[in-house]
Every structure is written in structure tokens, then in C-alpha cells.
């Protein structure tokens, strides 16, 4: 996983998935780049099981939340929201005007600001976990567990036709066939 960006601006859906795993903290610590999230992601998340973790890496300031600082992120929005959840098109809107990095698992919305910017970098919950495990060193067993988690947790399965899908599907398999 590259990012040249300055900041990863994750949306709720693979933030739900990062909280999921139960190593959010650790997963934000080796990152490149400063994470963020949107207000209506922040709104979201506060919901989830593993808030916790979630304000706990607000505080501790691996995870900033943002919100519109123009109008033109602020027209994109509105745009963006007529086809996406309110969360995906506040991320894509201040991700495009800020030339930032974002994070998403959602399809639709890969799909969606792929046509709408080239330069967009977009990456996925298997891009992070993937990048994690190997900076950090994660032994098969943990990052098994974690994968499980989060399809378990955050009911997240990678589609058919994601780039990872055959290393996650290596992982989760190795460990059940021990």
C-alpha cells in the first residue's frame, strides 16, 4: 500500500471494519499518512461496539475528524449525496478538493469516484490490513483472527473480484485447515 498523500480520509464503512478488528490503534499507528474521518462518519461510528478504541484514537490524535472548510467541498457534497450515503460523498468531496488519499470498501462508491477524479487514490480495508501485518510483523495466527473479526464484526467479505481477495481467502483457509 502507497500513499503519497498527506492524510488517508477513511469512510464509515471501512472504518467500521478497522474498529472490528479489534486493533484499531495499532492499524492507525503505522499508517503513512494522518488518518482522518468526516463529521457525518464521526456520527456514524459513535454506534458501534468498539467506540472505545474509536474515541480513544480520537484523543489520542491518530484520528482527526474533519469538515468542509469551502463551498466547492461543500457543492460536491450535495452532488455526491444524490448517489452515495452522506458519509462516502462527504469523504470523496473533501478527499477530491484536498488532494487526499480515502478509504472506502463500498463498490458503488470505488465506482463512483474512480469515473469522477483519476488522481483519487483509493484503497480498502484488505489494503490497510495487508500493509499492517507486513510493517508490523503480524504472526499468521493473529492476523487470521482479525480477519475473522471483521468478517464476523463488521460482516465484511471482499467481493468477488477484489485485488486481495485470494490473500484473504489464503489466510482465513490456512488457519482453518491447522
Not at 138 to 148: A, F, G, H, M
Request: aromatic fraction near 8%.
Amino acid at each position: 500500500m502507497q500513499i503519497n498523500q498527506s492524510h488517508l480520509l477513511i469512510d464509515s464503512c471501512c472504518m467500521l471494519n478497522l474498529c472490528s478488528s479489534g486493533q484499531l490503534l495499532n492499524i492507525l499507528q503505522v499508517i503513512p499518512a494522518q488518518v482522518a474521518i468526516v463529521q457525518e462518519v464521526k456520527q456514524e461510528l459513535q454506534k458501534i461496539e468498539n467506540a472505545i478504541d474509536f474515541e480513544t484514537a480520537i484523543t489520542e490524535g491518530l484520528l482527526l475528524t474533519v469538515d468542509f472548510e469551502s463551498e466547492a467541498e461543500e457543492e460536491a457534497f450535495v452532488n455526491y449525496a444524490a448517489y452515495l450515503d452522506d458519509g462516502e460523498a462527504a469523504t470523496g468531496a473533501i478527499a477530491i478538493n484536498r488532494g487526499w488519499a480515502m478509504a472506502t470498501d463500498e463498490k458503488k462508491a470505488t465506482k463512483f469516484f474512480t469515473q469522477e477524479s483519476s488522481s483519487l487514490k483509493i484503497i480498502s480495508t484488505l489494503d490497510i490490513i495487508k500493509y499492517w501485518s507486513e510493517v508490523a510483523n503480524i504472526e499468521q495466527l493473529t492476523l487470521n483472527y482479525v480477519l475473522n473479526q471483521i468478517r464476523v464484526k463488521g460482516h465484511y467479505i471482499p467481493h468477488r473480484n477484489h485485488p486481495l481477495r485470494s490473500w484473504w481467502e489464503t489466510v482465513i483457509d490456512k488457519q482453518e485447515n491447522q
